[in-house]
């Protein structure tokens, strides 16, 4: 999703980082495909949660095609996202495939060194996971802009 929205708030937040790939200038080109395979045509790794209320087993066995490098399940603040232990639980991965972390920056971090350059990062599961990373990458501008419906490429 990031990769996708161009969020990058003025070239710096996300760049810094580490994720060169994630810049605005590389965003506005086509994103990596994924074959009918399953298999990406460049690393893919995911940080992942969910709100209790969804279909946590229905969601991960979908996202199970998709053969990732590695998987993240992140903590989020809010009391309506699963704990990532309990997210794993619910899921069809074993936990040995998938590694909880105990802050949001560190699975981030965690999942970029996973694709190292030549990959993609995949934040998805819920909009309290999106917006709290955005706010920990420090690119407030650009969740406010996301939210207002704005042009990212305005920030």
Request: charged share 25%; aromatic share 6%.
């Amino acid at each position: 999703m990031l990769a996708a929205r161009g969020l990058d708030a003025g070239g710096a937040c996300l760049r810094k980082r580490r994720a060169p790939f994630l810049s605005r200038s590389k965003c506005s080109s086509t994103p990596p495909t994924i074959r009918a395979s399953g298999q990406a045509s460049q690393p893919l790794a995911l940080v992942i949660n969910a709100a209790k209320d969804k279909d946590v087993r229905g969601i991960t066995e979908a996202l199970d095609e998709l053969h990732f490098e590695r998987i993240f399940v992140a903590p989020v603040s809010s009391s309506r996202i699963h704990d990532p232990q309990e997210f794993v639980a619910h899921s069809v991965w074993t936990p040995d495939r998938v590694e909880t972390s105990a802050e949001l920056l560190s699975a981030f971090d965690g999942a970029l060194d996973a694709v190292s350059r030549g990959g993609m990062v995949l934040v998805m599961g819920s909009i309290y996971l999106l917006g709290e990373l955005i706010v920990a990458l420090g690119c407030d501008d650009a969740l406010q802009s996301i939210f207002s419906g704005g042009d990212v490429d305005e920030v």
